[in-house]
């Protein structure tokens, strides 16, 4: 069976930090990429950072370079997102997911094959 499971969501003010996880199982780790997709409420579920391991490819929204970073861990199948300056507007559901490897050139919900259960983040001003 197939598992997503995020964790590291919470609370900050404006300007905070917060790094969130996702750790998989039930897949090969290397066959897939990894992204992480934010839904504020009322609004479409959007890409926000994608990795792919097997190719050390990364994806960044416009709206979080600079700010957030992406990384994996092959030998603990996790991946993280650091979340560094946030801003209100970051406020959303973060879900983490996985796609082939295939098409790591790709960020984009179009693709996912699995999905984690969300982990809500919301930034204070």
């Known amino acids: 069976e197939v598992q997503l499971v995020e964790s590291g969501g919470g609370a900050v003010q404006a300007g905070g930090s917060l790094r969130l996880s996702c750790a998989t199982s039930?897949?090969?780790?290397?066959?897939?990429?990894i992204g992480w997709f934010r839904q504020a409420p009322g609004k479409e579920r959007e890409a926000v950072s994608c990795?792919?391991?097997?190719?050390?490819?990364?994806h960044y929204a416009n709206a979080v370079k600079g700010r957030f970073t992406v990384s994996s861990d092959s030998a603990k199948m996790t991946v993280y997102l650091q979340m560094n300056s946030l801003k209100p507007e970051d406020t959303a559901v973060y879900y983490c997911?996985?796609?082939?490897?295939?098409?790591?050139?790709?960020?984009?919900?179009?693709?996912?094959?699995?999905w984690g259960q969300g982990t809500q983040v919301t930034v204070s001003s």
């Open positions: 997911a996985a796609y082939s490897s295939y098409v790591s050139q790709t960020c984009s919900t179009y693709w996912i094959l699995y």
């Open positions: 039930g897949i090969s780790f290397d066959a897939y990429a």
């Open positions: 990795i792919s391991s097997s190719d050390n490819r990364t």
